[in-house]
């Protein structure tokens, strides 16, 4: 049972817009910064978004981060093929001391 | 460039030890905190321990402490992973990551190293 509830999977149609929730409470999401991750078999995982809504270098302006209270979202737009993978969100937790995970959402295009 | 790369896995039975090792470069890693992230097979992303910067702070997952120590040498680059008293439950891919400051989840990764724990 994960700290961070997202749903286990999501899909959608090439060129769509897709939205993966992810679910928390006061110590982690509520009062910490939110990450999303992508990852691919085999690879490592890749940072989408870090600080809620903030995007690396290198990581297309399709992928988007939200946070409103103890909730987050990770919003991709013009979905594509190459967007297959599996998405998690993350958050410190200053209860725990932890860094804690969701269950992460597996995304079929 | 920053390039993470761990070693050190393998096949252990249940009750034996690992050590594994991440060795950093293409950043101060002197400056850096170090997470241990974990799946497991079939599973999702499981955080395990972290230790900060100068070594003065560490952390571990509910499910490791007591039984696993992270440890680090600045003057080599590495940061270590004793796992002692290993069960079936560890086994899965061990990922060392970079902090990117403060208290926040990881921003670069390494690819990882694999632990299979079986009699």
């Known amino acids: 049972q994960s700290v961070l509830t997202q749903p286990p999977s999501a899909s959608g149609t090439p060129g769509q817009w897709l939205y993966i929730s992810c679910s928390g409470g006061?110590?982690?999401?509520?009062?910490?910064?939110v990450y999303w991750y992508q990852h691919l078999p085999g690879a490592a995982p890749k940072l989408l978004i870090f600080k809620n809504d903030q995007r690396p270098p290198g990581v297309p302006d399709r992928f988007s981060g939200f946070k409103s209270g103890t909730s987050a979202s990770l919003n991709i737009g013009g979905l594509r093929s190459e967007d297959e993978a599996d998405y998690y969100c993350?958050?410190?937790?200053?209860?725990?001391?932890?860094?804690?995970f969701g269950g992460g959402t597996k995304v079929a295009v | 460039q920053v390039y993470l790369v761990e070693s050190g896995g393998g096949v252990v039975q249940p009750g034996g030890s690992l050590r594994l090792t991440c060795v950093a470069s293409g950043f101060s890693f002197s400056d850096s905190g170090i997470h241990w992230v974990r799946q497991a097979p079939g599973r999702g992303l499981e955080w395990v321990s972290f230790i900060r910067f100068d070594g003065n702070k560490k952390y571990y997952g509910d499910s490791v402490k007591g039984r696993f120590t992270i440890s680090r040498d600045n003057s080599k680059n590495t940061v270590f992973l004793q796992m002692n008293t290993l069960k079936s439950a560890d086994a899965g891919v061990y990922f060392c990551a970079k902090d990117p400051g403060g208290t926040n989840p990881p921003e670069s990764w390494g690819r990882g190293t694999l632990v299979a724990v079986s009699s």
């Open positions: 006061a110590s982690n999401i509520g009062t910490n910064y």
């Open positions: 993350a958050s410190w937790d200053g209860r725990l001391s932890a860094v804690v």
